[in-house]
């Protein structure tokens, strides 16, 4: 199972990103921006470590796919531009960006998101979810995706972008 990463980012290391070779996107991520966000930028960066599935799928229609269900709150993980991912020779790794607008609308989405939502959307993940579901899951999926709330809303008031980044 992938870890999954936010990251709040200006315009500009979106058109970086977008001007690399596909296969070099997930170095970049990897050896330059995580280690100068993690030391720099630790306000702009939220972990969701493995629970970044469950919550995708939580807040979709229990699926993990890039067609994001209800919007907003479907675009929370895997919305937004992919910017790397064909599910071919590019699926070793994700990365997806979401425009500051998108992200304001996804941080109100969040501020309305209640728990028993929450729940109601887990209990509907699908056969694929390669973890037993259970309260555990749930908690610790809940938890991440809270700790996530104040990062989107900072990133909405400061104009950013958000990239979700998972390796597989």
Known sequence: MSLGVLFAVPAEVVEHIRSLPMRERPV????ELEELYFEDYPE??????????AIHRSLTDGTLSFDCGEYPLGGVILGGE?????????????ITAKSPE???????????????????????IDGTYPEP??????EYSWEYLED???FFRHAAKQGLWVLFTADQ
């Open 28 to 31: 970049y991520i990897s050896e």
């Open 133 to 138: 579901l259970s309260k555990e899951d749930m």
């Open 148 to 150: 996530a709330v104040p």
């Open 102 to 124: 998108e992200v304001a609308v996804l941080a109100e989405g969040l501020d309305r998101l209640t728990k028993a939502r929450f729940k109601r959307g887990y209990d509907s």
């Open 82 to 94: 992919v910017l790397y991912f064909d599910g071919e020779e590019f699926d070793d790794y994700i």
């Open 44 to 53: 702009r960066t939220a972990e969701l470590d493995k629970a970044w599935d």
